[in-house]
């Protein structure tokens, strides 16, 4: 029990009468550990009531468990035995203030008051640590009767908050009751059943079970719920109450509850988008993530924590709630989600780190079982939007992976299990939508030739002639445009730049145009302004396109005649259309050409619209061709492709369920193991069998807490043929 008094002014001071204090003190008259009546103490013998409130000292602790409060008042009615009530003990929570109504047995003699308040009397919750270091107490008097000189009087008020002790257990963890606010308000020392479930991808859950019989039974709603380890004293999970079933029967000959909490992560499914779209420009996964955390009304929210993911993609979602939303996107983007119990959303590239934890046949492996699931099976995968399917995917500038044998030289589609629109047969003509791009390394071409339509400028060839101390020129008068000179190729290539050097002086020749062509009719516009003030080369980009011809003129912005002197010019060749060299390839993701035709040295770039599939070339000769549409809500092309490829990752093979019964060793005293987690690398050893292996941990189940030793775990399919073996091993024994 802890005894907290008046030690400041609270939100009123209204009490006419004050002895022991004075404005903006009248606490000071009622703050005292031993009454002492009438040296001091504040009073009123107004009709009506007056009052004060005081603020309070905070409780010792910051987390505990508060079963009761008693609030006490002393008070005197002077003069006449009262014949009403006269005197208040009032209690200001939040900002409701409480009163209790008190009348004094008889004349000149201090009696003490008190009233208990059980739990919160506004929020009907119990009380917590926050609720009472907010509290104000105060007290309000009136006369207690007609006349003038009788007067009630307060000498003291305080409060006692009635703290439980912490449970004494020999238990590893505790499951602890909080509020909204985080704050303790109860333990459940008799929970039993004390299910723990983690795995990847997923909000932990926990179920467990108290007696419907006990007075903690009253926690089993909807308040948060904290796993604590009890001898470290650390928080390992905090959840949020997903419901609760009263049961009777089998084991359980006295009715029991039980519940089923979830991880933080889970609030996200309570929260509802109605429409979010970032329309055809790709969002970093950051900035997506925010937006839709930015729609949640949880008035505890989640917020943005540490985001591994980089890429840039569109996204969409229709009438979801917030945690679909990120499953969905996870779902393009790929990554693992948690939130931790600071209610922080982290997005990680990977998890789990290999700390040479040993799961060793003969020492902490008890049991093993495996479960074959082939129903999703898929290896050609016919992904459907909203509206769109992948023939609407056209892929520009793809590189192609390369290889050769003696006769050819072969392209393979980079795009993970893409497939090209229209193959028919090995040999055939290329589908008319497939263009291949032979690029070699960014090579400066000088011009070839040069037109002068004006017939006004000098020297024309010195503008190509790879001499920077030559120049061709041109006079042009004050505040005009020169005219254009035009430089040219014997054919055209494709550019994505070019570069010039040019003579600069200010306010006379100072800007240029330059403008290129793919047959000296449609022209581009590349640059147009100022220029560095230097005679040296400016390097200009622009977007990949045929060009074959370039023109190029200045402006004098001088009054009087200026001579424009043009050094040098390059176009900057990017690749060639090789497309006539190449044929379809032996499936519709490989095309090929005569080997003469093909460099080793060089990227290819591969244009072409998609086939409508996917096919998962590293399965499907195993397995065979097994066809499934599946449907996305997206109506972006690079969504549906995206989220196509991570859902046949998961498809492209059946499904194998390993799961382990295992001694958790770290869970020992004196034992120095690293804890099994989801995303943990572990290494399954048989020394008799010469196995050696690691793999990750996807699911970890605790099947009662209260045996922390025992535990299950899902590890991944790579273990498919160890595992076998271990089956059998356990067969034989």
Not at 27 to 53: H, I
Not at 207 to 229: C, E, K
Not at 566 to 590: H, K, S
């Amino acid at each position: 029990m802890e005894t907290l008094r008046p030690n400041g002014v609270g939100d009123e001071e209204n009490i006419e009468t004050v002895v022991g204090g004075g404005v903006g003190t009248h606490w000071a008259a009622v703050d005292e550990v031993v009454a002492d009546d009438n040296t001091s103490y504040v009073g009123s013998n107004e009709v009506d009531y007056e009052r004060d409130l005081y603020n309070l000292g905070n409780l010792s602790v910051t987390e505990g468990i508060i079963s009761q409060i008693i609030a006490y008042g002393r008070f005197r009615h002077n003069t006449d035995i009262p014949d009403m009530n006269h005197a208040k003990i009032c209690l200001k929570v939040g900002e409701e203030v409480l009163e209790s109504y008190f009348q004094c047995a008889a004349a000149n003699t201090f009696e003490n008051f008190s009233v208990t308040y059980t739990e919160n009397p506004v929020t009907h919750r119990p009380w917590t640590v926050s609720d009472i270091n907010s509290l104000q107490l105060g007290c309000a008097c009136k006369r207690g009767k007609t006349g003038a000189a009788n007067q009630t009087r307060c000498t003291q008020i305080y409060i006692e908050a009635y703290l439980e002790s912490l449970p004494e257990t020999s238990l590893k963890y505790i499951i602890e009751v909080h509020d909204s606010a985080g704050d303790l308000i109860a333990f459940l020392p008799l929970a039993h059943g004390i299910k723990l479930v983690e795995a990847i991808h997923d909000p932990p859950g926990l179920i467990f079970r108290v007696p419907a019989d006990d007075n903690t039974a009253y926690y089993t709603q909807d308040y948060q719920f904290w796993l604590r380890n009890y001898q470290t004293q650390v928080i390992l999970c905090k959840f949020r109450f997903v419901g609760r079933e009263d049961i009777r029967g089998g084991e359980h000959t006295e009715l029991v509850i039980e519940v089923s909490v979830a991880g933080r992560l889970s609030q996200l499914a309570d929260e509802l988008i109605t429409s979010y779209d970032t329309g055809a420009t790709p969002h970093t996964v950051e900035t997506i993530a925010q937006e839709l955390l930015d729609f949640q009304i949880n008035p505890v929210p989640i917020t943005l924590g540490i985001i591994e993911i980089a890429t840039t993609t569109t996204f969409d979602l229709e009438d979801g709630s917030i945690l679909a939303a990120f499953y969905k996107l996870r779902d393009i983007v790929g990554g693992y989600i948690e939130v931790n119990n600071g209610l922080e959303l982290n997005w990680y590239e990977d998890i789990g780190e290999d700390k040479g934890q040993q799961i060793r046949y003969g020492k902490n492996l008890q049991n093993i079982s495996k479960t074959t699931d082939p129903t999703q099976l898929t290896t050609k995968l016919y992904p459907r939007g909203t509206g769109i399917d992948l023939l609407d995917l056209d892929v520009t500038q793809e590189e192609a992976e390369k290889d050769a044998d003696a006769g050819h030289g072969y392209l393979t589609l980079g795009g993970e299990y893409s497939c090209y629109q229209g193959w028919t047969a090995e040999g055939a003509a290329l589908p008319g939508h497939i263009t291949v791009t032979e690029q070699l390394a960014a090579s400066w071409i000088t011009p070839t030739g040069h037109t002068d339509p004006s017939v006004s400028w000098n020297m024309e060839t010195w503008a190509y002639d790879d001499d920077n101390d030559t120049f061709a020129n041109e006079d042009i008068a004050a505040f005009s445009e020169g005219n254009y000179l035009h430089l040219t190729l014997g054919a055209a290539i494709t550019c994505n730049a070019i570069r010039f050097d040019a003579y600069f002086e200010l306010l006379k020749i100072s800007r240029i145009t330059i403008d290129v062509s793919p047959d000296g009719v449609s022209w581009t516009n590349v640059y147009a302004g100022w220029y560095p003030p230097s005679h040296e080369w400016v390097e200009v980009e622009f977007a990949s396109q045929q060009v074959k011809e370039a023109r190029i003129k200045f402006r004098n912005s001088s009054p009087d005649a200026q001579m424009a002197r043009f050094y040098e010019f390059d176009f900057r060749q990017e690749g060639a259309d090789v497309t006539v060299d190449w044929e379809q390839g032996e499936d519709e993701r490989t095309i090929r050409c005569d080997i003469g035709d093909y460099d080793p040295a060089a990227t290819y770039l591969l244009d072409y619209t998609h086939a409508e599939y996917l096919k998962a070339w590293d399965t499907i000769d195993t397995y065979g061709e097994i066809r499934r549409i599946f449907k996305f809500t997206t109506s972006y092309t690079d969504q549906l492709i995206a989220a196509a490829r991570l859902k046949l990752d998961d498809l492209k093979n059946p499904l194998y369920y390993y799961d382990i019964s295992l001694f958790d060793l770290s869970t020992l005293a004196g034992r120095d193991f690293e804890q099994l987690m989801p995303g943990s690398i572990v290494t399954v050893i048989d020394e008799e069998l010469d196995i050696d292996v690691e793999t990750r941990i996807v699911k970890v189940t605790h099947p009662d807490l209260l045996q922390p030793h025992l535990v299950q775990i899902e590890v991944s399919t790579q273990l498919k043929e160890i595992l076998d073996v271990l089956i059998d091993i356990k067969k034989q024994l």
